[in-house]
């Protein structure tokens, strides 16, 4: 598991990529080290779900999200 700095700005990412979505964004990039994932409304899903996730790990990290 990435360290709590990490997590955290992974979730910062995630979470603008969500708001610029749901705002009228078409399509939005993050990186996950060397790879990017796009995501588009299509998927919010899935970004949601990645979101739950990173703030899962945060916790169990010992950090607070």
């Known amino acids: 598991m990435a360290d709590l700095t990490t997590l955290q700005a992974r979730l910062d990412e995630a979470e603008t990529a969500y708001h610029r979505l ?38 169990a990290a010992g950090g607070i999200s």
């Open 22 to 59: 749901m705002t009228g964004s078409l399509e939005e990039s993050i990186g996950l080290g060397d790879m990017q994932v796009r995501y588009t409304r299509v998927n919010l899903d899935a970004l949601a779900g990645y979101i739950s996730q990173l703030k899962g790990d945060i916790a």
